[in-house]
């Protein structure tokens, strides 16, 4: 099973912090960059295609031996302002949906082998998330993203993504029903289950194992692509809090890992000292100062390479 971290590239090239980097190569295996690979970053205004950084951060993969997960075509999140601003017809935004596809996708044929195509498609009861997307192209949007992206490169592996469908609840199974479909047309290979956890509430190792079997069960691939444990909500010492959250990804590594369908888990970053939920959540199996804290320890334990 392989280990990725996302990645930021301003850290990752910081020369007043070498740390970033060598922890990143010396730990993973693949690399999602954060928002590199999002509209905003890519088209930030009609027609200004800008591809320098997502190039760059792929060439330091590919000279490092590391994979790169392309993440995310289509989210409801992280479109430039010019989208949003736009009056657009269902007719007009597919277009835009197709062109954008095939361009990144297309780049990059042969080199980016596995894809977020959607990402957050489902409200946590189950129900259509209302975005751009959605609301001028109607539900078939996500499947005409993963129709575009499979015709953009038919080697690649292409998967859905989203947040808080670990257990088996009303989202995981409209996710299912969705990517079993999909896979069914031939156009999806997998989910990935995001896993952005917290020390009050948390799928068990028996929760997830149970939630992953049956969407390998249903001929899916899954990964876990987005892991962090917040421990802004757990009582007790720091130690006490540390071994907590080691639990709880050695619960999630042994999950993937007793799942023959399950081949990645991917960490949300590489040290607490830059995690998206703050300093005081210390999500990360590093610290601020990039020790390994004991959570590096359980999920390499139960997730050996």
């Known amino acids: 099973m392989k280990l990725g971290a996302a990645v930021n590239h301003a850290h990752l090239w910081d020369a007043a912090e070498p740390a970033y980097e060598a922890t990143f190569a010396r730990a993973f295996d693949s690399l999602t960059p954060e928002y590199e690979l999002k509209v905003d970053q890519l088209l ?81 009861d189950g129900t259509w998330r209302r975005s751009l997307w959605y609301d001028v192209i109607g539900p078939d949007y996500v499947e005409q993203a993963f129709r575009f992206a499979r015709e ?25 029903a969705l990517a079993a479909r999909l896979r069914g047309a031939g156009l999806a290979d997998g989910v990935g289950f995001q896993a952005h956890l917290a020390a009050d509430g948390y799928p068990t190792e028996a929760d997830l194992s149970a939630n992953l079997a049956r969407f390998a069960d249903a001929g899916l691939e899954v990964a876990i692509t987005e892991l962090d444990v917040s421990l802004a909500s757990a009582a007790g010492t720091l130690d006490d809090r540390l071994r907590l959250q080691a639990s709880i990804y050695a619960g999630v590594a042994a999950a993937c890992r007793a799942q023959p369908a399950c ?43």
């Open 44 to 124: 930030p205004q009609p027609g200004a295609w800008d591809f320098s950084v997502a190039d760059r951060l792929l060439a330091y993969a590919e000279s490092h031996g590391k994979e790169l997960r392309g993440h995310t075509l289509v989210w409801h999140r992280a479109l430039p302002a010019w989208m949003l601003a736009r009056s657009w017809t269902r007719d007009d935004l597919l277009a835009f949906l197709k062109s954008y596809v095939a361009t990144v996708v297309g780049r990059y044929r042969g080199r980016i082998a596995e894809w977020d195509v959607v990402n957050e498609a489902f409200e946590d």
């Open 263 to 305: 081949r990645r888990i991917t960490v949300w970053g590489v040290t607490d000292k830059y995690g998206w939920l703050g300093a005081g959540a210390l999500p990360l199996p590093f610290d601020a100062s990039y020790a390994e804290k004991p959570a590096w320890s359980a999920l390499r334990a139960a997730a050996p390479r």
């Open 152 to 176: 953009a490169d038919p080697a690649a592996r292409l998967f859905y993504n989203d947040y808080g469908a670990e257990r088996v609840n009303a989202k995981s199974d409209a996710v299912l």
